[in-house]
Each structure stands twice: as structure tokens, then as C-alpha cells.
């Protein structure tokens, strides 16, 4: 059965410094990758997915992740944050023959300080 | 031009009463779902409409009834309420059930049982 681990349940890091959220999965099949944020008080938007090709996959908004199948994990990275990108990051999977449903980690909050 | 929106955004109530949760979607997507975020933060599944037709129904008590009138709206009746049940509820919608769509959450829904 397929599961998400989000070890780090709060970051803290200072405006300007890189970071990264670490996402790890369980799964015996083939897998899509998300990783979505929740401000506060709002919904859940998707920030990027890995879905086939290249396993360095790219947002908007200056993160990235990076799919490694051999360690599963799907690791959040931004060279430099900023005070807006605090919010809560969920990592979600779902494995490419399941009853289409999304698997979510526990979250991740980052937490930016000037 | 919400995408998605939920009524009420807060719910309190007393234990064994019985309430409902509204969604709708303006999307013109075919899919929506129901999901329950605990205290701690965690994300889970409950339900999953395509076209107006279940697809996933998670273990979740029959005290829950969701219902889709048509295909922009799922709304979740819940009866006799218990503590357990507060918690944060998300609906959200995609194209299509299919693994590598993107999921579009509404505000979520606050629901607290006295």
C-alpha cells in the first residue's frame, strides 16, 4: 500500500535561504508525484507534479523537485525564500493503477522569518 | 468567479445533531471529491464523484452521506454528530478522475462538535 512521509512537520529558516521540505513515499508500482500549498486559511494549491520525463520538475514561482526513484523521494528545494512562501506543503502521491485516489503527507510547515 | 467554493466556512454545533457541508464548482470539471484534514494537519480522502457516480468510498462511518445533485455540486450530510468528526473539510474537483489531473480545492469548511 502506498504512503507519504513527511519527516519534518515545521522549518524554520530565515528570508533569503535556501531550503528544503523532504518528501518520501512508499509504493510497489509506478507512481505520480505533487506537491501542493496551503495558505493559511485557504484551500490546497498545486505547486508542481511529476507525472514522466525529466525528474527535475519546476514551479512558478521559483521551486523545484526532484524525483528519485531509487531512494523514493520527491524532495521541495528553493535557493531563496521569501516571507510570502510561508505556508503549510503537502506531498501527495498516487500509483498509476490505484482506485484514483491521492495519498497525502502529514505537511510540512515553512515557516519564513525576516 | 470562486473556482470552487464551500458553505458555511464555519460550523459549530452540538454532539448528535445533524448538518450539511455545500460545494460547488464552476469549472465544468466532471470530477469532485470530499477530504477530511484532522487536527494534525493530515489530508484523507473520503469520498469521490465522477459524473454524478461514486468512485471512491473510503472507510468512513455511514453517518456520512454525500450527494451530487449534478456535476458542479457535492455536498456532504453528516448525522449524529460526534467530537470526532471536527475537523477541517476540503472539497475539490478535476477534469477527470484520471491519476494525473489536477485536484482544485475549495476553502475547506470548519467544522467544530461541542
Redesign the interface.
Known sequence: AQSVTQLDSQVPVFEEAPVELRCNYSSSVSV?LFW?VQYP??????LL?Y?SGSTLVESINGFEAEFNKSQTSFHLRKPSVHISDTA?Y?CAV???D???????G??TRLLVRP | DTAVSQTPKYLVTQMGNDKSIKCEQNLGHDTMYWYKQDSKKFLKIMFSYNNKELIINETVPNRFSPKSPDKAHLNLHINSLELGDSAVYFCASSPGPQLNNEQFFGPGTRLTVL
Open positions: 505520480y501542493y486559511n485557504q484551500g490546497l494549491q498545486l507534479k507525472l503549510e503537502f498516487t500509483e498509476m490505484s482506485s484514483y485516489k491521492l495519498i497525502f502529514s505537511g
